[in-house]
């Protein structure tokens, strides 16, 4: 039987922003330019440099929340997001810069559309309209929709970032995300961060094909997965994003070989737990780089 390839990814945000470039500017020897194509091509470069094989735009543009809510019809971001009118879908929001990272890349690497998920627009705005979750979490969920329907022409794959389901998955939570998902030809992963035991009953009936999950910060969730059947496959946490000690090859290695033993070929990919954006790009790039090589190992 052929033995199966596990991916290298990343998750949604990586630090090129003004604050980590002053702090990297030595390092890597780049200028201040801050202009978004730029910021793209600094993630992408370390994303590429790096070995991964599954790349995003970094969300270099904007923090995720802001990212789609400047855009969003009926929502406008005054230092925090809010959503003053009925929300809609009045102009593409990441297309062009998936269009860009498209043209960065060689024909061996794939690309992630990264998209906010519903729940966590809704519970990130500060509601001055709808006074209703659940209608204002619907009406994000089409708004995104459109987006991931016009996405699957320019990526491989897409993922749905829900930081808010690891406190709580609202009853509605499966069929807000097969709002978004559902007749998407692409493969369709869920990241969740943080401690997500208690959400994952909920999180196994979700309709998509791939879960993220924080496993390296938050080892327990090893055993609150493993007696469950559930038919999505697993993008594994694999180097933390709160902590800027760098894992070695060999942790890294180590930490795979587990999820395997446990999870066999569901095992189809592996990332860091979360965005990078709170660790400096020195250290975000030397995670990386080790979680390629260790990938590198177990698919020898
Ligand atoms: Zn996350």
């Not at 790096?50 to 809510?69: K, S, W, Y």
């Amino acid at each position: 039987m052929k033995k199966q390839v596990i991916k290298t990814t990343v998750i949604g945000s990586y630090p090129v922003q003004p604050d980590n470039m002053a702090f990297m500017k030595n390092y890597f020897d780049q200028t201040l330019d801050t202009s978004w194509e730029k910021n793209i091509e600094r993630a992408v470069n370390d994303m590429l440099g790096a070995g991964i094989d599954i790349i995003t735009d970094g969300q270099t543009r904007d923090p995720m929340i802001q990212l789609f809510t400047r855009k969003l019809d009926g929502c406008r971001v005054r230092g925090r997001a809010e959503v003053i009118n009925k929300i809609g879908y009045g102009e593409p929001v990441t297309v062009e810069d998936q269009k860009y990272v498209r043209s960065l890349l060689t024909k061996d690497r794939k690309l992630k559309g990264v998209i906010t998920g519903p729940y966590t627009l809704a519970k990130s705005c500060i509601d001055l309209y709808y006074s209703d979750e659940k209608q204002e979490a619907f009406d994000f969920a089409s708004a995104l929709k459109q987006e991931a329907e016009l996405l699957q022409k320019h990526v491989d794959m897409l993922s749905m970032d829900e930081p808010f389901f690891s406190d709580s998955v609202p009853e509605y939570g499966k069929n807000l995300i097969k709002t978004v998902a559902q007749n998407i030809s692409l493969p369709v992963a869920l990241h969740v961060c943080g401690d997500t035991s208690k959400a994952i009953p909920d999180l196994i009936e979700m309709p998509v094909d791939i879960l993220c999950l924080e496993f390296k910060g938050i080892p327990k969730l090893f055993d609150e997965l493993k007696d469950y059947s559930f038919p999505q496959r697993i993008c594994l946490g694999s180097v933390r994003s709160d902590d800027s000690r760098i894992e070695s090859t060999e942790e890294i290695v180590a930490h795979i070989q587990k999820a395997i033993s446990i999870f066999g070929d569901k095992i189809v990919q592996i990332s860091p737990d979360c965005g990078q954006r709170m660790l400096s790009r020195k250290v975000a790039y030397q995670k990386l780089r080790n979680l390629v090589k260790a990938g590198e190992i177990i698919n020898a």
